[in-house]
């Protein structure tokens, strides 16, 4: 008995030693362990066989795939780095990493990223990863909100088709929503399950900024004329033209497809990535366009949480885990990255690919939304997870739904959400 304890516990030491996130191996071989937020079947296996060839070609420096969740990833990666766990390389999103950044659990790339990479993603992109002076990820794809409509509801109604040349203001699009609607069907759904994000993003059309820093560089809440454009339009379609049905106010995007795709709505605001489940559940014959979001005073710019890969601090191999990113962001790389998930990459050499301006499915609709693209305004805001959750969401949820009016929702921001920054930036 005692001898196949201790048998049992040798094995077990052995294992360890040898399977250690970041460790290297007796034989000398270093391995990194890459968790990846791919979900979609296409970006899954892109994923995948990139990290098979990097394997294949790179014998003494392996990588193991891990997959993740985005359901459930800033909570799942604060316990790893609580408890020494973490990955080697972590997929995330910019606006998730202002606080394991500040917290010092990933590593300032700062002088680790080669210079081909540094030059090919433009200054803005870098912007979303920056803190403390400090570069915390690599942004390598993003995700323009976009307009998916019924084509033959346009076409029926004579509405005007926007262009990225000549997109819709915020006023034209009310006017047009309302246009489509009637005998039981609404212009436009809105899936705001997930308020916050939608909403602030698209309101930097408008002007909006809602997070202002100071010169001591601390950051207020204060929401002004330029960020109530947004969301006084939904409310107005939800509340007053019945232009906007008030039951996907609690969905999220994939359950208005059924109602889009029946003719229950002419159009529903989603991510550019949507559109591979559009390819994949549209009836036969269905008919639909990307149009480009509505502009404001500031036109179609729109704030944007890129998606990114950093390197752990506890990492003890970060100039491997940086050659790795090296090659997963190659320009031949990234553009299958981005197909696969069906989004737009960072990288100017990768952006320019043809693949990624063809009609086909409106890839030359968002390609041309590119440089409008800005960081999103929570983007650098310490304690924006909880603002958002505790504060931003439940308001805006009340508001689209007409139980609180803008006077109020103007208060809960402000002096609510101040009062949550202010524990941040003691």
């Known amino acids: 008995m005692r001898t196949r304890i201790l048998v049992t516990l040798l094995a077990v030491t052995l294992l360890l030693a040898g399977c250690s996130a970041g460790g290297t191996r007796d034989d000398g071989r270093i391995t990194l362990r890459f968790q990846s937020l791919a979900w979609q079947q296409e970006s899954v296996e892109a994923t995948r066989e990139l990290v098979a060839e990097w394997n294949a070609t790179h014998p003494d420096v392996r990588v193991e795939y891990v997959q993740g969740s985005w359901d459930s990833v800033h909570d799942q990666l604060l316990t790893s780095f609580e408890g020494g766990e973490a990955p080697d390389i972590i997929h995330d999103a910019s606006d998730d990493l202002a606080d394991f950044a500040y917290g010092g659990y990933l590593a300032d790339l700062t002088g680790l990223l080669p210079e081909r990479l540094e030059a090919d993603i433009p200054e803005r992109s870098w912007e979303t990863v920056t803190f403390k002076d400090g570069i915390y990820g690599v942004p390598f794809l993003q995700e323009p909100r976009v307009l998916i409509a019924n084509t033959t509801r346009l076409k029926e109604s004579g509405v005007?088709?926007?262009?990225?040349e000549h997109p819709w203001?915020?006023?034209?699009?009310?006017?047009?929503?309302?246009?489509?609607?009637?005998?039981?069907r609404y212009g436009v759904a809105w899936p705001l399950k997930e308020p916050v994000s939608a909403t602030l993003n698209l309101s930097l059309s408008a002007g909006g900024r809602l997070f202002h820093r100071g010169a001591d560089g601390r950051v207020t809440v204060r929401f002004e004329e330029g960020d109530e454009v947004v969301p006084r339009t939904v409310h107005q379609q939800v509340n007053t033209d019945r232009s906007a049905s008030p039951t996907t106010l609690g969905s999220g995007g994939s359950d208005t497809l059924p109602g889009f795709f029946a003719g229950t709505y002419a159009m529903v605001p989603l991510g550019f990535s949507y559109r591979q489940q559009i390819v994949q559940q549209a009836p036969e014959g269905f008919d639909w366009q990307v149009l480009p979001a509505p502009a404001g005073a500031d036109g179609l710019t729109q704030g944007v949480s890129p998606q990114t890969l950093s390197v752990a601090e506890d990492c003890p191999h970060k100039k491997e885990a940086v050659a790795f990113l090296d090659f997963l962001l190659e320009p031949e790389n990234m553009v299958r990255l981005a197909l696969g998930d069906w989004m737009l990459p960072t990288g100017r050499t990768a952006l320019a690919d043809p693949a990624l301006h063809t009609a086909e499915h409106g890839w030359a609709t968002g390609t041309a939304l590119a440089a409008r693209l800005r960081p999103a305004p929570a983007q650098t805001v310490r304690g924006y997870p909880e603002w958002k959750d505790k504060v931003a969401t439940p308001a805006l949820q009340e508001y689209y739904s007409g139980a609180i009016g803008l006077d109020d929702l103007r208060k809960r921001l402000e002096e609510d959400g101040n009062l949550v920054l202010a524990r941040y930036q003691r």
């Open 160 to 164: 005007r088709v926007p262009t990225p």
């Open 169 to 184: 203001s915020w006023e034209e699009f009310r006017r047009v929503t309302k246009q489509l609607s009637g005998d039981g």
